[in-house]
């Protein structure tokens, strides 16, 4: 497997060659709208990006099993240790961590990006509402700007004296909070509200009416109000597009369009987040990455 990175450089080709068989085969499994994105990447940059994705993959599971609270934090202590000895060359018994580092080296992806994303999962054992949009904000960023700083280091990128950060920071928030409102029903079913507490306050939304699961004028309301939140990150997303390294960009355009496609899909069901799922079909996902390809092709012809 030539195509992995550092695989020729690395001592225990090997284990490296299998850690990254296993992250293919999580992303795989596992990512479901994500992996869609790396299908048009170079080779070597589609195994980083599944390497990355198993390592987010497991911290999220740590933070969100169904053991008890004392357990969960320890697992999450126990998996904070091990990224720090995965980073010095110590990979233990798991399968994940050489291809991560592997990843991480090829790319010099600065190694403060992954404790944030750890405290950012940890943050679901800590909290099951958010007071505010700025509280709702930090954790956003932690589960999800910071892996578009980690992925955009692997696509490659033009600083533009900070932009191109500030941008991906944009894209995490609009990418997490369509998760947050395409999960209100599920989210509300394990106690957890992400929607911010002074949002429903000031639009009169209660978590009964969340519990009840039926849309109120009030409830409408403030599922339009997050929309419109999140609609504004997507148009600065956007704006990232032409900073990232043309054998990038097509990732970046399929990631955007399939979760601004579930976006759309709320506003198309009158914002009722309880009726049904929002998603968009697998037909559509495969058209989407088709004229992501196809439209790189043209330009690098």
Known sequence: ??????????????????????????????????Y???????????????AIYAFMRYSDDVSDNDAVQRSRIEAMEEWKNALT????????????L???????????????FFYELIEGTGMDMKFSRYATWEDLRLYCYRVASVVGFVCIHIWGFQPDNGRAMQLADS?????????????????????????PQEDMQSFGVSEQMLREGKMTPALLKLIEFETS?????????WQLLPLIDPDGQPTL????????????AIVKQKHDVFCKRARVSTFRKLMIVLQAWLKSKTLRS
């Open 85 to 96: 000895r995965a980073l010095q060359g110590d990979y233990g018994s798991s399968l994940i």
């Open 36 to 50: 869609y994105s790396f299908l048009t990447l170079p080779p070597e940059k589609k195994a980083a990006m599944c």
């Open 253 to 264: 355009q399929i990631m955007i369009q399939i979760y601004h496609g579930i976006l759309e």
């Open 1 to 34: 497997m030539s195509s992995q990175p550092n695989l020729l450089e690395h001592p225990d080709k090997e284990l490296l060659e299998r850690s990254f068989v296993h992250c293919e085969y999580v992303a795989k499994t596992e990512a479901r709208n994500f």
């Open 229 to 237: 939140r999140a609609e504004a990150f997507y148009q600065q997303a």
């Open 98 to 112: 050489p291809a991560f580092h592997a990843t991480v080296l090829r790319y010099s992806i600065p190694h403060h």
């Open 171 to 195: 894209c995490g928030l609009a990418l997490q909070l369509t998760n947050i409102l395409r999960d209100v029903q599920e989210d509300i079913q394990r106690d957890r509200i992400y929607l």
